[in-house]
């Protein structure tokens, strides 16, 4: 990993904990936040739902993920480090304790699964570009086990929402599209667009834990 990678990784480090202890004085309740996800539901919980705007793509799978990563895009959402009008919208409506219920509550829903420890390998130049980005050093060597809660899990989220996640990285002078990360920027900033639909057709096809929960009255 480059120095400036590892820089970016000092600063967003300090920020990590600056953010845990803000959310450690918010608990987050499972079977509160169960009560709490009409509007989630709408989107997340509807197999192969597609978002139309400001871009195409499936909606990501977020039962299962890391409660400390929800909660962090949430609040991301909210104070617009992160550019997506109903996620700013929606964001914008719930309090830190919502927050911190519907994270505890998605993040309950993983199923226990065995997964390997390390991701199989992909094409020789998904490898080398994962290799290049350090993508394990992050999301872990099956890239479903992040070395830090504020981090997600990625093998196995929908490839097309990856995809869209990783050019959002390289994005800052749009008012609807981009993502503010200091290390994400520094990564996606090295890959042309097609590196990144590569690395995300990859990472979209690896095992993993994360899926969509049916909301009840569409079963």
Known sequence: MNKFLLASLRVLAACVVSFNVSAQTVVGDAAAGAKKNALCTGCHGITGYHTSFPEVHKVPKIAGQGAGYISAALHAYKTGDRKHPSMRTTASSLTDQDIAD???????????????????????????????????????????????????????????????????????????????????????????????????????????????????RLK
């Open 102 to 216: 519907l994270s505890a509550y998605y993040a309950d829903l993983a199923k226990a699964k065995p997964l390997p420890e390390s991701a199989a390998a992909g094409s020789a130049q998904a490898v080398e570009l994962v290799t290049r980005g350090g993508c394990a050093s992050c999301h872990g060597a099956n890239f479903s086990k992040p070395i830090m809660p504020e981090y997600p899990k990625i093998a196995g989220q929908h490839s097309d929402y990856l995809y869209v996640a990783l050019r959002s990285y390289k994005t800052n002078d749009r008012p609807l599209v981009g993502r503010g990360h200091p290390v994400m920027g520094g990564v996606a900033k090295q890959f042309s667009n097609a590196d990144l639909k590569v690395l995300a057709d990859y990472m979209g096809s690896l095992p993993s834990e994360l899926q969509t929960v049916q909301r009840s």
